[in-house]
Structure formats: C-alpha cells, structure tokens
C-alpha cells in the first residue's frame, strides 16, 4: 500500500508542478489592477504659425502598467478630438510612449478635420492601450488632456514659374483658366503633360498661351501642324483616353500618345492591370482597394512596362518614370489617388 501511495502522491506533485509551469507560461491579467497611462503633455495651449512649419510637436504619455510582466510590448494609440464632438480620430499607433510630428503636419491634420483657423481651439487628447487587439480584457484608455491649439491658414504656394500652356476645349467647357496645363520645364519652347478626354463629346480643343483667350491660341494647321490664326479649326484627338501631349510653339508642330494607366503590384502578382476611375471634381485617378501589410503597387500605362510610374527617391510623393514601388506597410483599405495634371506626376495614399 505505501508504494501506491508514493506512486499517488508522485503523480500529484508532477500535475501541481505543470500547473505551476503554466500559468507562469500564461500570466492571468487582472485589469482591476491595471495602471492606466497618463497624458503628459506640459503644455495646454500652442499657437501654430507658418514661420514654425518645420518644428517639431510632441505628445508624451506616462507607460500603462500591467499586473503581470512577461507580455507583449503594449501598443499605443494617440486619438483627439474636438471638445464639443463625441468621435476620437487616430493621429498615431505605436509602441513608445510619445509621437513626434511637425506643426506642418499637425496643422493639416487640424485643417482636415474642418477645424477653425486663427482661434483657439479646444482639442481633447487620449490614448488607448492594448496588448494585442484580440484581447479586450487588456484594453485601458487614458485620461483626456485638453489642450488650446490654434491653427493657421497655410500660405498660398508659389506660383510655378515654369512656361507653361493651357489645354481648354469640349471636355470641359472650352474654359482656359480652368483647363489643364502641359509644361516647359528648359523654359526650350517644348511642352508636355496629360490630358484626360472623358467619353462623349468632341474631343476637340486648343492651346493656349494664357489662361483666356486674349492672347496666342493655337488651333489646327493640318496634320501634326499648328496654326495661331484667331480663325485656325479646333484641334482633336481620336477619343476617350489619357493623351501625352508634346507641342513645340517655335516649330508650331505638335503630336500625342495614349497612356492610360492601371494600378499593378503583388496584390495580382505584378501579373495583371486594376483600372483606375477618373475624379472629374479632382481631376485625379483614384482607385480604393484592400492591401495586405508590405504589399507593393506601382502604375503603368497601355497593359505594358514602357512607361511606368514609381516613387522618387527620398519619396516626396511626386512619380518618375521606372521609380521605385509604393510599399503599404500596414495592412487595410486605401485609397490611392494618381494627379497626372502637375509639372511633376504625384501621388496620393489615404488609409480609410
């Protein structure tokens, strides 16, 4: 009989012992003794101005504290919000207990959410913790700090001084100051640039030296040619499509190609195009689409790799021809806009 007791209680002290390995294997979380993080913003009012563009903001919270150690570093979420609206927006998602921006940065935020310029305005601060986001029993939200930010108009920007001509005809109502533009980067007499022709219509124009008609227009010499005589017949293009002009005003010679994009990248295993919808009010191409985390995209015309448009490098959102891939580091649904109607092609990657 002792040797079947021994034998029980040996069995008894292996489960007691695996028990033990266990639930130091898998701490149990008790919230009730979570210590909550804590805004520590040092400061609760800031007048943004142009001249501080560039300086830096920083939003500092104290570390939430867990009951138990051996977890996962807790993941951060920075949210604001108007003191009169009940939604938080996320500014910020990270691991460390600050999130430094620009008042650039910070000012574009504030204009977005349709904030008031030159006022002081009460933002509500937050931040919200978990340690992985299929685990509510972690979640724990800060107090709200309140701070006074008050924002600015940003200043016009330059006009370009690069020559350029305006591209006015049916398709938008034959007004040239709101036409597209093509350009002359070596001020050489060369222009280039896109041109969107929507279905329909007569898919005819001109060009113009100015955004009216006062001054030299030019319209049709014959094939390939152009005329500046006030009375010259309307130039045109075949039909709906994309068209790269190239016009040469001391040659009075003009010609166009047909490059209309798609969204290429592993998301269809750089094997396929995904047509993109033109934003008449934006005058952009825009495509929202479901990514997985580093997914890569890039944009190219006529189903082919002659001409392709990437990212420059340092990436400052403007395309060049062959440039690198745009690489989604987090996964979700975007919205990616293409704006073919700048002196540089750029780019747009909005999160939704």
Same mark, same amino acid.
């Given at each position: 009989m002792k040797k079947i007791k021994y034998l029980i209680l040996a069995v008894l002290g292996i489960g007691f012992l695996a028990s033990c390995e266990k639930d130091f294997d898998n701490p149990?979380? *008790?919230?009730?003794?979570?210590?909550?993080?804590?805004?520590?913003?040092?400061?609760?009012?800031?007048?943004?101005?142009?001249?501080?563009?560039?300086?830096? +903001?920083?939003?500092?919270?104290?570390?939430v504290e867990y009951d138990v150690t051996n977890t996962a570093a807790p993941t951060y979420r920075l949210q604001m919000k108007h003191a009169d609206s009940s939604e938080f927006i996320e500014l910020a998602s990270t691991i460390e207990t600050y999130y430094k921006t620009t008042v650039e940065d910070f000012n574009n935020v504030l204009l977005g959410e349709g904030f008031p310029t030159n006022e002081p305005l009460n933002i509500e601060l937050r931040v919200f913790t978990f340690i992985t986001p299929d685990a509510p029993s972690t979640e724990v939200y800060s107090q709200v700090s309140t701070v006074a930010f008050t924002a600015y108009d940003p200043p016009e920007p330059p006009p370009s001084s690069t020559p350029k001509l305006w591209v006015p005809g049916d398709y938008q109502g034959w007004s040239p100051a709101d036409a597209p533009n093509v350009y002359s980067p070596a001020d050489n007499g060369i222009y280039e640039g896109y041109v969107y022709f929507p279905p329909g219509g007569t898919f005819e124009f001109k060009f113009t030296s100015d955004p009216n008609w006062d001054n030299t227009n030019y319209g049709n010499g014959g094939d390939g040619v152009l005329d500046t005589d006030p009375g010259a017949g309307n130039l045109t293009v075949p039909g709906e499509g994309t068209y790269y002009f190239t016009v040469n005003?001391? !040659?009075?010679?003009?010609?166009? !190609?047909?490059?209309?994009?798609?969204?290429?990248?592993?998301?269809?295993?750089?094997?396929?195009? !995904?047509?993109?919808?033109?934003? =008449?009010? *934006?005058?952009?191409?825009?495509?929202?689409?479901?990514?997985?985390?580093? =997914? !890569?995209?890039?944009?190219?015309?006529?189903? =082919?790799?002659? +001409?392709?448009?990437? +990212?420059?490098?340092?990436?400052?959102?403007?395309?060049?021809?062959?440039? =690198?891939? +745009?690489?989604?580091e987090e996964a979700g649904n975007y919205t990616v806009n293409l704006n073919l109607y700048n002196e540089v092609p750029t780019y747009e990657l909005i999160k939704n």
């Open positions: 149990v979380l *008790n919230v009730n003794n979570t210590k909550a993080p804590v805004m520590n913003m040092g400061f609760t009012e800031m007048v943004l101005d142009t001249s501080m563009a560039a300086d830096s +903001i920083t939003f500092n919270w104290d570390a005003v001391d !040659e009075l010679t003009w010609s166009h !190609e047909v490059r209309n994009f798609a969204l290429i990248g592993t998301f269809n295993d750089w094997s396929g195009d !995904e047509p993109l919808t033109w934003d =008449a009010d *934006n005058q952009v191409f825009t495509i929202t689409m479901d990514f997985d985390a580093a =997914a !890569e995209f890039k944009w190219r015309a006529n189903g =082919a790799w002659d +001409i392709n448009l990437g +990212i420059n490098d340092p990436d400052d959102g403007t395309l060049v021809q062959g440039g =690198a891939n +745009i690489v989604i």
